[in-house]
């Protein structure tokens, strides 16, 4: 009898999530086939300042698995910029903890006619310790900073294959 139920339960959640339009990014027959062919057709351009710099080579990193394009259909625009909150402030005014906020708007240009085909914005927010030696302290927060650097170019990485996904 648990059996049965087990069985009747399994059967009725596949059929209920054949039927809400769930399709998988990466695969043969998904929203997504192709869809790391069709991020090769994608350049990214120049992004200012040193994280922005990280970011472009974490997103050509994700985007192009052999080499670049030669006549790139679109063009990924990406700016970057951060702010660091002090938290967990001592007695004596020093802060214990930190906190990073990177936010990264994008546009996807088609580069025939200029338009813009997807926008969007990324954003990830880091916690961190502060620590008193000094070169401590910057590579905490340099690590911080490649964390959020890269949380946002997985991001952007997927919405960007789902957008081109959809055949647009």
Known sequence: MTRGLAALAFGLSALALSG??????YGERGIGAGAAERLNDVEIASIPNRE?????NL???????SARPSNPRYRLDVSVTAVEQKLALQKDATAVRAQ????????LIDT???AV???SSSRSMISYNTLEQHYAAI?????AYDRALDDISNDIT???AMHLGRGS
Not at 52 to 56: E, T
Not at 59 to 65: A, C, K, S, T
Not at 100 to 107: F, G, I, Q, T
Not at 139 to 143: E, G, H, R, S, W
């Open 59 to 65: 997103l050509i990193d994700r985007f192009y698995p």
């Open 20 to 25: 809400c339009g769930f399709q998988p990014l």
């Open 117 to 119: 085909v997807f926008q």
């Open 52 to 56: 922005g710099q990280k970011l472009r």
């Open 100 to 107: 990073l906020l990177v936010n990264a708007p994008y546009r």
């Open 139 to 143: 590579v905490t927060q340099q690590n």
């Open 158 to 160: 997927t919405r960007v």
């Open 112 to 114: 025939q006619t200029g």
